[in-house]
């Protein structure tokens, strides 16, 4: 609700009052909601460039002028994993299924299970993917700088993967 001052003059005298406007609904400056049905977004097999394994990817929204970080599920067949990689404005991994596998580079590989959350700060060089005896499948919401959200790296070797 907004108030409005009005000045008015009557007979020599000012008189001040005040008018009541209706508020201006939030649909009319807003967009319309939107919904993308399921499976209408084309899934991929991850680029043997970036990932060791079979993995899909499908995509699940872009980045754009509202939210500047896209969304992707990801599914890793057991052992496949994707290569090194930093993210300029970061990345969140919300395990969906499964049993994964994530490192920082120079730290211990670490297992990640259905429920847990990793957040992977700007600019840390790390790999996510599936244990050996597991699929997992992760909800990617990444960060976008000038419309960049990946930087790619050398893959991981078996050696590295197998590190405990």
């Known amino acids: 609700m907004k108030l409005v001052p009005r000045m008015m003059a009557m007979s020599g005298v000012l008189l001040v009052t005040t008018t009541v406007m209706a508020p201006a609904f939030a649909a009319e400056q807003a967009e319309a909601q939107q919904i993308i049905p399921a499976g209408t977004q084309r899934p991929t097999v991850g680029s043997p460039d970036f990932f060791t394994g079979r993995v899909q990817v499908e995509p699940v929204w872009p980045a754009d002028k509202h939210i500047n970080a896209s969304g992707g599920l990801v599914t890793f067949e057991p052992s496949a994993r994707s290569a090194w990689h930093t993210h300029p404005a ?38 996510h993917g599936a244990s050996p005896d597991t699929a997992m499948s992760h909800l990617a919401a990444t960060g976008n700088v000038e419309g960049k959200n990946v930087t790619w790296m050398g893959k991981v070797t078996d050696a590295q993967y197998q590190a405990k």
Do not use: M, N, Y
């Open 90 to 127: 970061g990345q969140r991994l919300v395990v969906l299924s499964g049993v994964g596998l994530t490192q920082e580079w120079g730290k211990p590989v670490r297992e990640i299970r259905a429920g847990d959350v990793v957040w992977c700060p700007p600019g840390v060089k790390h790999w």
